[in-house]
């Protein structure tokens, strides 16, 4: 018997709902101008999962996706537009918005892409330039 929690989310009317369980393998604040560009924000609050850890519980025949890149698919509900979450098959991961999951304890740990950045968030948290090397980036950290 598992012990692992399981947060609910679901898009912005409902009609997709999906479970994550467990914890993510990262959360922070993405600055890219694909995630910014894509969630119309200065930043995207971001929680990296496995993707066996992420369980759409319905209306899966709802979900849309896009692919800008071979880097990420986006995904959306097709009834309201509302973002769901975005795989990232070169990680083997899944980003999970945390705006979605609204009783997921979300405490960031990394800022990405600051470099991008158009709102300074000045939290003393890691700032790095792309990524972290383990995700194929540099991993230079830059000043908050």
Same mark, same amino acid.
């Given at each position: 018997m598992s012990t692992s929690t399981v947060y609910?989310?679901?898009c912005f009317c409902g009609a997709v709902q999906f479970t994550v369980t467990g914890k993510p393998a990262l959360q922070g604040y993405c600055h890219c101008?694909?995630?910014k560009t894509w969630a119309a924000a200065p930043a995207n609050a971001f929680t990296l999962w496995d993707p066996k850890s992420v369980?759409?519980?319905q209306g899966s025949d709802n979900i849309a996706s896009f692919n800008?890149?071979?880097?990420?698919e986006?995904?959306?509900c097709k009834v309201c537009g509302g973002h769901l979450f975005s795989?990232?098959?070169s990680m083997e991961l899944t980003d999970v918005y945390a705006a979605v999951i609204p009783d997921f304890p979300f405490e960031p740990d990394i800022h990405?892409?600051?470099? +991008? =950045?158009?709102?300074?968030i000045y939290d003393g948290l890691p700032k790095m330039k792309d990524l972290?090397? +383990? =995700?194929?980036?540099?991993?230079e950290l830059i000043a908050e």
């Open positions: 609910k989310g679901s101008k694909s995630c369980n759409v519980a800008k890149t071979a880097n990420s986006r995904c959306w795989k990232h098959p990405v892409h600051y470099q +991008e =950045a158009t709102l300074h972290p090397e +383990e =995700a194929g980036g540099s991993g």
